[in-house]
Structure formats: C-alpha cells, structure tokens
C-alpha cells in the first residue's frame, strides 16, 4: 500500500499524522500556493503535476494503491484532475472534504453560485467589506472599486494587490471567534464575504458576523464530478481497510 494525500487542508495535516502514526506509506502533495508549508510527518512534494496526465503518470511512477484528495472544496481543477487520473491509472479514489456550512439562526446569508456572482453582487455604495477568499480571485473584484475590502491572507503579498481600497492582515488559521469579533469591529466591516469551505478552523468569522448582525456574501462550491466522499479520517482509515487499527 502508499498513498497520495492531494493536501493542503486541516484535514489533509490530521490524515497525514494517522498514517504516520500506523507506518503506512503515504506522500503528501502541497499544490505550492503557500510560500511556508506546513511541515508533515511523512514525505513532501510541492507544486503541480501537469494536469490529470501528469498525475496520473506521477501515480503509476510512485507506485500509489490509493489516491485521498483532501484539497480545499474550492481546488476544483484539482479534484476533476483527481477524478481524471484515478479513472485512467485503476487507482481507488476518495474525497476526505468538510461539509459545507448551513446558515444558523439570526445569521443574514445571501448565497451566490461562485465568484463573479459574488463581484455582482457588490453594486452599490461604498462598503467595508471583508472578503474572505484567499489570494486566487482578489483580481476579479477590482471591478468593484468603491469599496474598502479587508483581506486577509496566508502569506504576505508579493506582488501588488489589484484592489485599489485594502488593508492586509497576514495570519493562519484556526481563528477564535473572539478574535474575529475584534477583527471585525477595529476595521469597521459591514460585510463579510466568504467562501463556503465549512470546517472548524475557518467558521469563526461567520460566528462573528452572526453576534454582529452582519451579513455575509456566501459563495457555493463549485461543482465536481461523482465521487466517494468521506468526512473524517478514522472513514478513510476504514476505506483504506484499517478498522483493526481504530479499535473496530
């Protein structure tokens, strides 16, 4: 058995730490967006794979039984790559992904299909917008120039941001709501623009704008082909045919 963990995420970190605490075999792929990786406890790669050929040519070189994507729910070019190179090379394929997140009570969501939706979505007055999406589709909301948008980002940008109106704020989650609600006041937002990525590490932000009466730009996934999908490690470990190891 090894395994090709498609990483990046929380999830991806907590799958990589079983495997190493079992002794089995596993590569973690790092897509390169990040300038500081994480470090993990089994063997690294950083950067793509040229395409679903590429990784399935990767796949068949390295000799990987199981393919675990665990890439965040927005890497949709990946996933499909995934999906693409598992159906050529006969590899078995799973997708260790968070649920998305539902809206709760007193929270004041809009939803929007994806990321032009969501630049639509900003005409109109000015605003103090926090726009929670990383670094990929900051470009896209130049076409909303009006407003002052708070990013805040992984690493520092390298190159200039396309965004006229901006404050930085570099920082790696998991964020407290605490931290968030402070976050939220000092840069006086009156709207929090996110990705639904779901999962723990990242929700404070919603926390926050729902004790705060704000509203929230909520961007869907994108869609991705049929596929198994699990939502924790110890699915994996049994679809990896280890429920020996989890006590079972």
């Known amino acids: 058995m090894k395994i090709l963990i498609l990483g990046g995420t929380t999830e991806a970190n907590a799958m990589a730490r079983r495997l190493a605490q079992l002794g089995l075999p596993a590569i973690y792929s790092y897509a390169g967006r990040v300038n500081d990786p994480r470090p993990q406890p ?20 390295e000799r990987v039984t199981h393919l675990v994507d665990a890439t965040h729910p927005f890497a949709g070019q990946m ?106 006041r000092q840069h006086r937002i009156d709207l929090v623009v996110s990705k639904n990525a779901g999962g723990e590490g990242a929700a404070a932000k919603l926390v926050a704008a729902r004790e705060l009466a704000l509203p929230v730009l909520m961007i869907d996934r994108p869609p991705l082909p049929q596929r198994t999908q699990l939502h924790s490690v110890d699915q994996v470990l049994h679809w990896l045919g280890h429920d020996a190891d989890l006590g079972v």
Do not use: Y
């Not at 089994?42 to 070189?61: K, Q, Y």
């Not at 159906?87 to 998305?100: F, I, K, N, Y």
């Open 42 to 61: 089994v063997p690294m790669r950083t950067g793509g794979f040229g395409g679903a050929d590429g990784l399935a040519r990767f796949l068949i070189s």
């Open 79 to 184: 996933s499909r790559n995934a999906v693409r190179a598992a159906e050529q090379t006969g590899t078995p394929l799973v997708a260790l992904s968070r649920p998305p997140w539902q809206p709760q009570a007193g929270d004041r969501w809009q939803r929007v299909p994806d990321i032009e939706s969501a630049v639509a979505a900003l005409e109109g007055p000015a605003r103090r917008v926090m726009l929670a999406i990383g670094r990929t589709h900051l470009a896209a909301f130049s076409a909303q120039p009006q407003h002052h948008f708070l990013l805040r980002l992984v690493d520092q940008p390298a190159e200039p941001v396309p965004l006229p109106h901006h404050t930085v704020t570099v920082d790696r989650g998991p964020f407290t709501v605490e931290g968030d609600l402070a976050l939220l």
